[in-house]
Nanobody, 123 residues
């Protein structure tokens, strides 16, 4: 079992930055691919960024490339999402998730989810 707890979401002005954190309970955290997803008002949960457990390779949705950075600290069992140049369309609930599949970018590939943290970007 893996328990995930996100933090760091808040209200921020457009152009600002936030760093989200996700703390994991798993003792084998380093063996999980970790992903960030977001769910806006349309209720669709979209992939944002993924960091592979095998190679540490990172993958990003086109909408956030160049602005967001995913990273992980296996010693702290924590994954981060640094978000810069935020836009109002980034407003959403952000979820952290864990997968045993490499390069997982689809929600069905993730077996463990956090409760989400709200990010609101004002214009």
């Amino acid at each position: 079992q893996v328990q995930l707890v996100e933090s760091g979401g808040e209200l921020v002005q457009a152009g600002g930055s936030l760093r989200l954190s996700c703390a994991a309970s798993a003792q084998t955290f380093s063996r999980y691919t970790m992903g960030w997803f977001r769910q806006g008002t349309d209720k669709k949960r979209d992939y944002v960024a993924v960091i592979s457990w095998t190679s540490g390779s990172t993958y990003y949705a086109d909408s956030v490339k160049g602005r967001f950075t995913i990273s992980r600290d296996n010693a702290k069992n924590t994954v981060y999402l640094q978000m810069n140049s935020l836009k109002p369309e980034d407003t959403a609930v952000y979820y952290c998730a864990a997968s045993l599949r490499d390069r997982a970018t689809q929600t069905w590939e993730y077996g463990y989810w956090g409760q989400g943290t709200q990010v609101t970007v004002s214009s």
